[in-house]
């Protein structure tokens, strides 16, 4: 299971992420919460540790006697850059230009955060209900409870239009690395160099979206040794078409999350629009309506959030050490908050399930990396090859003073440590639309090319897209948030931080929350729409409690974010010098770190071995059933009703889930897998638990991608949700 | 609700901690665990918190138009300082020696944490259920689950022998202040002074144990002012006779934990034998079988854990800024294990549920104290306070010595602060077993006056009896915790630390833990009798992996603890100033912070004023059936089968829950109410939310102590549990 779009905020936020490696040093994310897309690790339980650490004892020795440059059907590899030799050497198949556009086409991305797929001519989208979850908590009401009860729409004039969901086709690529480095000056200082490289893409990417009117991202790839401008058409109207339970969905819950077996219908589907019609598509996948044959090889076409396996030792000791800990305390402290909050009532169990089940997702998934990272064999591994690595760069001469950069990665980690606790956020919907609200008003008085990222003419659209959602915000859930942070925040900067007692002027954090939640009138859209109207006076002269609580802390939140983004650039210089040393030793060939931006993976339908017993890499709908026998009175093992009540008419043998070895990564969610024709055959959901170190390392020994069968969702629809017309429809 | 025996795990924990102030600085708790008793905060819900807070508030003014001795109805009395001429004044009672001597030769110390009353002459006692669910735990099996079930032996031949239980009878109390002090020369330094002490009780307790055959504990109170010599009668044989199920005694769960109107069997009864009889018991408490009356004059007669209100200001600020924030993080951690554990399946829940729960309520302790502390007018009236005093210590002269304690507290604070994640232990039942039986081996090789605290022969007895219990102790469980042990270790002492490499011998936390599991021997309890006998040569000789682990982090364990207790020392010589200052300008007939041993409170039968609404001092029946009807679907508002099938037989109107003003803590959980003819009236099992400050700071505005009515659970033994005979037995 991913996490999906409920931790990333706006599309200011997304953005800022998409350049690489900013996991803890972007601004947007200096409170230390991972709005990357991340896969969740199974279970703190040591028996399945024991797997992993199983699994990367066999790396280890796999590594030790030859360092590979990739390992298996490893890769994420650019649409710009495809493997074709590779692909042909092992595999026997040159993809086509065209077969590569149209899958490419095809491919759909979720700015909230996830993957999907076109897969009709008139704009049927297919994701994960897992990435759709938050945006069906948002349709949700105590009276219709569309995470409980699913849904579905039996005519178009009955799909629900989304509140403030952004789907992202992408149209070219173009390389601007040469473009972006002469915009640099040679001897800048880091901050200056920041601040020239900032200019250069802001500049870049509003030229673009002028000429094209497209979304128009550059894209640090390589850890800054390549730049590339990617063009997106952007959908915004985008309505609910169905969505299966939550029990179906997410059958077998946190015990089933990241194991396999597993018999889930993880899927939803939605439909784009353009002027209020249905969107006319020349580009989307066909469906096989076969069964998927082991062995097959197949391909996934989506867009990983971060993978940092080009990261040093250092860097991952600072993981081990510091970050993940430093994360992981945040998740938990944030997870129990939500637990708390739920106990109240079954109305707010419902507002707090969804932001719930996200944190235990991420929490899940970064213990699942520290348990790696603590394994002394893998650092042994990773220091036995950077050690070779580096020998060889001192034996070379034209390339021997790249030697440094290793070292200054070490050195940035040190700032990265002093840095990692310092905020002036206050994490929740309220506070972060002041705060972005403010921000605005003060960036759209700069030329476009000095402002912070996500504030520039070309992201403005997206920013208010998220800006004036009109998701509801609970104020009691806002509450408990915003006591909590302000609780946190004294543990941070101190009770006596000059900052701190401002902000509580003088109360509680839960008087004070409850002061400011009252006070503010930003739950109305339409105080939000006249505030950005208005501009930075209209902002200044605000007397709104949770406005002028944003603007206190402007300046601390500007001073953090610009410690940040120097750290930042002077670790893209050390690392793209790293890259250039690596592929003078190593070649080229490879393909850069995950960007959350569009990425092709390939790899084979294949079962594995575990404690001595053969995993097949199918499941079936008889499976599903007999899962929830075994599990009878276990909590999150009941099928819902409609499963129990078709259980006659559904052709039990029918493919439900399968596993391959596709390399992918938080943000693949919802990802199509596709066959050597390009037809859709499966619906990425989830990665094994052996898959969870690939953060840092891949392996396919026993590492595995989890799909929803393409022929198990049409029978599903069929069989189950009495949607017959629907799947007949879909990839025709 | 109040946490109970879990979280103290073995008498020689138990009695360090009797020692104050030794929140953190024992070596016991130097891995950061709250082993003392605690009230717990009801919930992190800003809009409940707000509630904390207006008590503060109206405190506050209190306390700064005039800093009262003492509050309403505060105080935790010593038995050997009765506050006889207020209670005369105050209410017109005046306790004969006989009244308080039979009042404390009926109370009852759970040594595993909590309190309990004789109530019958054939030695039945009385306690709460979550003080004997620790017990009920350790007695249940897949099979036979005592926490779901419930347990009522029909006959004597019926009643389950408990694996592990120590029960105190408070026998005298002798003022030893002068031997202590004697035993200590004027000019030590902390280190001598701390060894010096330690050698003075040790023979003081030795002494009295072998002259009397008793327990004997010597008492640290007013942070070191006074020393009293503690002698107990110790009841080992204790079987269990009825216990209701956990829907009943915890009705509402976490969700009214905490609230009031309660409406919970929170009660169990046990029965003391002696020589495989039913102990002859010459004092008991008589039940009053008629209903409490509203304004009533109670007493409470039990073992309240650990209170700071002597505390100062820095000492508040260690708490506030480092301790209780470095505590819930270590709680949180837990909880998620414990949570994370359980969705194994059904066995793994039973197994985890009882720590699960501990963990929980100290949480919310812990947070609601923190949220007290976070106030910036708690601490602001704090300071004023401290300031007046300090002000009137430096106006006179033969005090104005004293002044230099309070600099000496604050200076302390930056050494816990250092010492605070120092820690050489890895929180396990069999860790914690082949640690202690490690230092026991090498603390029996010193003279008695020489060994560490728990280890003296006068508390060997205790000592073995958890050494030698009989519990199961669950394997993947143990894996599981020792697994996160070991990765805490690692983050805490860093991966790179000599011990850390030494104690992981190469392997990952999981493998470890796997491997350590599996190979000890000491789930056998007749392996750890074996290695107790062969003493020390026996222990070197150990192949077996858990003793060879603790032998290896012995001296370092030995290193912090020794330095811990040097800190300790130090503080508990300042606060002695304090005190000796403290009485100077404000006089005595005060009482001490709370030590985990004997205390009267007295207080009223009253309701409060909450939000506007009159909160009436009692519930009864019907309100527990109209409770679980309002809340119906919501998880841990069902009642148990046997009440919805007795409804009909029930009187409802009988009481069942009442609240008083009485100062009561953690520990304090099981004490008895009585009035003022000595008879018992109600069980005391939880605070209210507004009481949960009382930690550092008493209220009886709206803080209420909350007790099973005595009639309410004589109607739920006749009319639910089918224990007639029972009913119509005790208390006569």
């Known amino acids: 299971m991913y996490s999906d779009g409920r931790v990333r905020r706006n599309a200011a936020m997304a953005k800022e992420e998409s350049a690489w490696p900013t996991q803890n040093t972007s601004a947007a994310s200096n409170w230390g919460f991972p709005r990357i897309l991340i896969p969740v690790a199974r279970n703190t339980n040591p028996i399945l540790m024991t797997r992993i650490f199983a699994i990367l004892l066999m790396l280890n020795l796999a590594l030790t006697t030859s360092p590979p440059d990739v390992l298996g059907d490893e890769g994420m590899y650019l649409f710009n850059d495809l493997p074709t030799k590779l692909l042909k050497d092992r595999h026997g198949f040159e993809p086509s230009a065209e077969w590569a556009d149209h899958l490419r086409l095809s491919s759909v991305r979720f700015n909230s955060g996830g993957s999907g797929s076109f897969i009709s001519s008139d704009g049927l989208v297919l994701t994960n209900h897992h990435v759709a979850s938050d945006t069906l908590h948002k349709l949700s009401t105590p009276e219709r409870n569309l995470i409980d009860d699913g849904f579905l729409a039996k005519t178009k004039a009955d799909e629900l239009k989304t509140p403030d969901l952004e789907l992202n086709q992408l149209v070219s690529i173009e390389d601007v690395t040469n473009r972006i480095n002469a915009g640099v000056k040679t001897d800048a200082s880091a901050e200056d160099a920041a601040t020239q490289r900032r200019a250069a893409i802001a500049k870049i990417e509003s030229e673009s979206t002028e000429s094209t009117g497209l979304r128009s991202d550059v894209v640090t790839l390589f850890g800054g040794a390549q730049y590339h401008l990617y063009r997106y058409k952007k959908y915004t109207d985008v309505r609910l078409v169905w969505a299966p339970e939550t029990e ?3 059958f077998g819950g946190d015990a089933d999350n990241f194991e396999y077996p597993r018999f889930n219908v993880d899927a939803t589907i939605m439909r784009v629009y353009e002027n209020g019609q249905p969107a006319k598509l020349d580009h989307y996948l066909k469906w096989n309506r076969d069964p998927i044959t082991d062995g097959e090889l197949v391909f996934v076409s989506g867009n990983p959030g971060r993978t940092q396996r080009i990261f040093t030792v250092a860097a991952l000791e600072f993981l081990r050490d510091d970050r993940i800990p430093y994360v992981l305390e945040y998740l938990r402290r944030k997870e129990i908050l939500m637990q708390q909050f739920g106990l109240e009532g079954k109305e707010q169990t419902r507002r707090a399930r969804d932001e719930l089940f996200g944190i235990q997702n991420a929490r899940k998934a970064y213990t699942g990396m520290l348990a790696g990272l603590q394994n002394p064999q893998t650092m ?5 090859r950077e050690d070779r690595l580096l020998q060889q760069v001192g034996e070379r001469d034209e390339i021997k003073g790249l030697a440094s950069a290793w070292k200054e990665v070490n050195e940035i980690q ?10 002036a956020s206050l994490r929740s919907t309220l506070f972060d639309l002041a705060q972005q609200i403010a921000l605005l008003a003060a960036e759209d008085k700069k030329p476009n090319e000095e402002r912070l990222r996500g504030f520039t003419d070309s992201s403005r659209d997206s920013l208010l897209q998220e800006l004036l959602s009109t998701a509801p915000i609970y104020t009691d859930l806002e509450q408990a948030k915003l006591a909590d942070e302000l609780s946190r925040m004294i543990i941070q900067r101190g009770a006596d931080d000059r900052l701190v007692i401002e902000i509580l002027a003088g109360q509680s954090p839960g008087e004070r929350a409850a002061s400011l939640v009252a006070g503010t009138k930003l739950n109305d859209v339409a105080v ?16 709104d409690p949770m406005i002028e609580l ?14 940040n983004e120097e750290i930042e650039e002077r670790e893209r210089q050390a690392y793209a010098k790293i890259t250039e040393a690596t592929t003078a030793i190593e070649g080229t060939g490879g393909y850069p770190d995950a960007t959350f931006t569009l990425r092709l993976a390939f790899g084979t339908v294949k079962g594995y071995e575990e404690d001595g017993n053969s995993i097949p890499p199918f499941t079936n709908f008889a499976g599903a059933y007999e899962h929830a026998a075994q599990h009878e009175g276990q909590a999150d093992f009941d099928l819902p009703a409609s499963w129990m009540k078709s259980k006659g008419q559904v052709a039990l043998d029918t493919q439900l889930n399968f ?14 897998v596709v066959n050597r024709n390009g037809e859709l055959v499966g619906l990425i959901f989830d990665g094994n638990i052996q898959s969870l170190t690939s953060d840092y390392i891949y392996s396919d020994v026993q590492g595995r991608a989890v799909s929803v069968a393409g022929v198990g969702i049409l029978e599903s629809l069929r069989s189950i949700y009495d949607a017959k017309e629907l799947a007949d429809q879909i990839g025709r």
């Open 380 to 384: 042994a591994t990773k220091r036995g």
């Open 414 to 423: 040190a700032e990265k440590r002093e840095m990692l606790s310092q905020s």
């Open 528 to 543: 939000r729409q006249a505030l950005i109207d208005g501009g930075l006076n209209e902002v200044l002269d605000s007397d």
């Open 550 to 563: 944003a603007r206190k802390m402007e300046s601390e939140y500007r001073r953090i974010r610009k410690r």
């Open 659 to 672: 596993v391959c070895t596709a390399d992918i990564i938080g943000g693949n969610s919802g990802s199509p």
């Open 248 to 250: 179906a969905a997410f």
